[in-house]
């Protein structure tokens, strides 16, 4: 049987979302054991033009709750990108999947058809629901929460495949 659209969509980011909050709780205790400064943890870069930890998680959030937000229909909620320790970090996602579990699935169903507008490089851009679900939200999500996933890495955090993926649905 066929996914539905928002049945397809909305778990996908919660899973890696709850996958990211649990590797930023072992990027914290490893951090706390090794004695590493949290602020230089969590400035980290894979490239010197390149976002550090902080920003790969808020953006992720942001790529999450925005894009169900919009397929909804609604005005996503306005987080403030303030965040400056893992505790606040796992608040925002904590607090991510809180909104995302509000959104209406039949409207995020719905949003299948709708056009989304977004500005990019300054200019608009349109496009069908499950052409942006498909190819801009979820491609953006997972861009950043690799990059947050290697920055821990790189550091000697322990994680594997399984911890990037998280939890696999049991039904």
């Known amino acids: 049987m066929p996914t539905s659209f928002a049945a397809g969509a909305t778990p996908v980011f919660l899973r890696g979302l ?3 909050l649990a590797n930023l ?7 706390a054991s090794r004695k590493l400064d949290e602020g230089h943890v969590l400035s980290m870069r894979l ?6 930890l902080t920003r790969q998680v808020q953006i992720c959030c942001d790529s999450a709750k925005n894009g169900l937000a919009r397929l909804a229909g609604v005005e996503p909620r306005k987080f ?3 965040e400056t320790t893992f505790a606040q970090l796992k608040t925002r996602i904590a607090d991510t999947i809180a909104y995302i ?3 209406d699935g039949a409207a995020i169903e719905a949003g299948a058809d709708r056009d989304i507008v977004l500005t990019l490089g300054g200019q608009p851009v349109t496009m069908k629901g499950e052409i942006f679900l498909n190819h801009f939200s979820l491609p ?4 950043h929460h690799a990059v947050a996933y290697g920055l821990l890495r790189h550091i000697g955090v322990e994680l594997g495949k399984r911890d990037f993926i998280g ?5």
């Open 18 to 20: 709850t996958a990211l």
């Open 25 to 31: 709780e072992k990027g914290e205790a490893f951090a």
């Open 47 to 52: 490239y010197p033009d390149m976002y550090p």
């Open 80 to 82: 403030e990108d303030h």
């Open 101 to 103: 579990r509000t959104l």
């Open 140 to 143: 953006n999500f997972y861009f």
């Open 167 to 171: 939890v696999r649905p049991t039904a």
